[in-house]
């Protein structure tokens, strides 16, 4: 098969003690055709310290660094510099299938219509990537069973639809091409949390083709149980309602009504402080 370029972009911030592990998960990619990008958005950390370490020992691994200007821009940066015909989003404590790479290249090589792949989302906590969950709240249920319960594939309409109910991924789920993100464009550097959700809907709202498609060895390992942005429930709410107000403009009469009321319980969430 072809072997076209992909770019994987870890933007980092103060996650050196994380690092290591998911710098040495890219390496053990069966894929090898990827250039890493490791963007240090303003760390006081030793991040600089084990980027550094891994562009020493192989090229592949490009390091920039920035002032924190915070997590979107530090992605824009990452695809600003990405060379990849696929982008793959990492957060820098996350870990990828070591086959994610091949099956997904293929299939998109495969199916040129496909501008956003994306497969099942496994959580681990404490450090221990058998401790395997389907959701961010430790409960029981089997691996296999992701998070999002919106698992659709599609474009337009029926996207947008299911976006106005909730986020359908992970930002380090996906494969994209990177031509979709290009048309799209970057990510908004004043979303704060929830910056993924409001990117998704921003490709959808230029057409974007998304499949899911939870082949076994596509999976993404998310780590959770620490302390992070997703602790602060009051900034989330608040980000979910700006997303909302983004996304208003574009809908027709029935999702603004369904908007309205999503839009209700929330605002109903913030002013009686219920966290």
């Known amino acids: 098969m072809n072997s076209p370029?992909?770019?994987?972009?870890?933007?980092?911030?103060?996650?050196a003690h994380y690092l290591s592990e998911t710098l040495n998960n890219v390496l053990a990619q069966q894929y090898k055709n990827w250039e890493c990008i490791i963007i240090n958005d303003g760390s006081t950390d030793n991040t600089e310290e084990v980027a550094q370490k891994f562009r020493n020992t192989d090229a592949r691994f490009k390091y920039i660094y920035q002032t924190n200007k915070g997590l979107s821009a530090a992605r824009n940066t990452g695809i600003q510099n990405a060379n990849g015909k696929y982008i793959q989003f990492l957060d820098s404590d996350d870990l990828l299938h070591s086959e994610k790479l091949s099956i997904q290249v293929q299939a998109l090589e495969n199916q040129p219509e496909i501008d956003i792949l994306y497969g099942n989302t496994i959580?681990?906590?404490?450090?221990?990537?058998?401790?395997?969950?389907?959701?961010?709240?430790?409960?029981?249920?089997?691996?296999?069973?992701?998070?999002?319960?919106?698992?659709?594939?599609g474009k337009g309409k029926m996207i947008i639809n299911k976006l106005l109910i909730d986020n359908i991924m992970e930002v380090s789920n996906p494969l994209i091409r990177k031509t979709i993100v290009e048309k799209a464009g970057l990510f908004n550097e004043s979303m704060k949390s929830y910056e993924d959700w409001q990117f998704w809907i921003q490709c959808s709202l230029h057409e974007a083709c998304f499949l899911y498609n939870p082949v076994e060895g596509t999976e993404t390992y998310i780590r959770c149980g620490h302390s992070s942005m997703m602790a602060n429930k009051k900034k989330l709410t608040l980000h979910g309602i700006r997303i909302r107000r983004l996304l208003h403009p574009y809908l027709n009469f029935k999702q603004r009504l369904y908007n309205y009321y999503r839009l209700s319980k929330l605002y109903i969430r913030l002013y009686l402080n219920l966290f």
């Open 5 to 15: 370029l992909v770019s994987i972009i870890i933007p980092c911030y103060n996650y």
């Open 123 to 153: 959580f681990f906590f404490n450090d221990n990537i058998n401790e395997q969950y389907s959701n961010r709240k430790k409960q029981y249920i089997p691996k296999n069973k992701v998070r999002f319960p919106l698992r659709i594939s």
